[in-house]
């Protein structure tokens, strides 16, 4: 793929690819897309006064206390027995912003870009971003919500329900090639879950969701065998398989009084330990094709880590005596083509590019999130990539070009007299890219 020409990185940047940003679901999602027998039983939104119930910091449930002083109206999803708030941090932009993240909002509080698809292509406009992955919400990262839920048979009524939305109408019609789909497999059963692959990607999926650690989840390790069947689907599907921070269900913390500033500053460990764990199994290794990816946990531990894992590998008689049966070659020697991370402040990876692999690195906005950088991404990244002192080249490599590559979205960018063009809101119709 030839590379697009940019202006220089003091002038405007290449128009974003962001790998990571979410949707929060419309409440009218699940009402007219399962199967009648189920309909009655839809997960839907209510609306409740009242406060949200913790263990520690885990949310335990709902409480109808009209006069707790933290009682407020939220919306709800419900979903058999589960009772979900729709919380502030969920959907942390404008004046919802100014909340704390688990105090429950409602959708007429919070910015219609997060739900509704002709506002989101707007938000996108204004922010300088022509295409976007698009986590879940009310299901969780992954699926988790499915995943737990009693009755198997109605959770994945509910799944391909809510992928067939994802495929169908969030990415459909005027977002098609902008919104680029993330869908979700039924973890309870990788069978069932290769066949979902399969399914999704005929419809035209880019990526699955898994977790970063099944383990947490109380399901087999990638170790195990036990995934082969969703690994072999996704790579002979061409679906990268995706791993967002929080797909364990857990966040890195060192103790029940520590800050959320503690918790906060160590969310890539997630991504951290994950890393290992794939460059340590020899799915890599089994699956040539198959492409990962890490959303939100930044880079600049990946040099260490490599440096480490060759270190393991070549010392191997002292831990595994066929450790190189597994993995016949240096851990490091899989991450190009194949292991890709994302950055929304990272200036540390960018400046260790060299040693991650420039080709690796890809840009993220989190919309709509607290960590998000709208509607200034466009400058935050100029800022970064500024102080890393990135070239032309680079810039267009992190910003959109590793992406398109990772994703494999070349035909999704719209072409015209074999020249590529972007269709953003820039005043002109199309701006000629190369």
Not at 295 to 302: I, K
């Amino acid at each position: 793929m030839s590379r697009e020409n940019e202006d220089d990185i003091g002038q405007d940047l290449p128009h974003i690819i962001s790998v990571d940003d979410h949707v929060v679901e419309p409440p009218d999602l699940f009402l007219n897309a399962l199967p009648s027998q189920f309909r009655d039983r839809a997960p839907h939104v209510e609306s409740r006064f009242g406060r949200l119930v913790f263990e520690g910091e885990r949310y335990r449930g709902f409480a109808a206390d009209h006069d707790h002083p933290d009682s407020r109206w939220g919306d709800y999803w419900i979903y058999d027995d589960l009772v979900w708030p729709m919380t502030a941090g969920y959907a942390a932009i404008g004046e919802i912003r100014k909340l704390e993240a688990m105090t429950p909002v409602t959708y007429e509080e919070i910015d219609p870009g997060c739900y509704k698809q002709f506002e989101r292509l707007e938000r996108m406009d204004q922010n300088g971003v022509e295409a976007s992955l698009c986590f879940p919400t009310m299901p969780r990262f992954c699926g988790q919500h499915f995943l737990e839920a009693k009755d198997k048979t109605f959770a994945l009524s509910c799944l391909r329900a809510y992928n067939d939305w994802t495929l169908e109408v969030w990415c459909a019609g005027k977002a098609s090639g902008r919104l680029v789909p993330v869908t979700l497999i039924p973890l309870w059963d990788p069978d069932l879950a290769a066949r979902e692959v399969i399914r999704c990607a005929k419809k035209g999926s880019r990526a699955i969701s898994f977790s970063e650690c099944p383990p947490a989840l109380n399901l087999p390790s990638i170790h195990s065998g036990h995934w082969d069947p969703v690994f072999r689907a996704c790579a002979s599907c061409d679906l990268v398989v995706n791993m967002h921070i929080g797909t364990a269900s857990r966040l890195p913390s060192t103790g029940g009084d520590s800050p959320p500033m503690v918790t906060i500053a160590l969310t890539f460990q997630n991504s951290q330990t994950a890393a290992v764990d794939w460059l340590s199994s020899g799915i890599l290794q089994r699956f040539p094709e198959l492409r990962i990816a890490f959303s939100e946990g930044q880079v600049g531990w990946l040099p260490f880590i490599l440096d480490r894992l060759d270190s393991v590998w070549h010392r191997h008689e002292l831990y595994e005596h066929d450790l190189r049966d597994r993995v016949p070659r240096l851990p490091s020697s899989y991450v190009e083509d194949r292991v890709f991370g994302c950055i929304f402040d990272d200036v540390v990876g960018l400046k260790n590019r060299d040693l991650i692999g420039v080709g690796q690195i890809m840009f993220e906005v989190d919309y709509p999130h607290a960590d998000s950088t709208f509607p200034h991404s466009v400058a935050a990244a100029r800022r970064l990539f500024d102080e890393a002192e990135l070239a032309p080249d680079e810039v267009w490599a992190v910003i959109r070009g590793n992406a398109i590559r990772c994703y494999g979205l070349e035909t999704q960018v719209n072409r015209a007299n074999g020249k590529r063009t972007s269709t953003l809101g820039t005043g002109n119709s199309a701006q000629e890219l190369a």
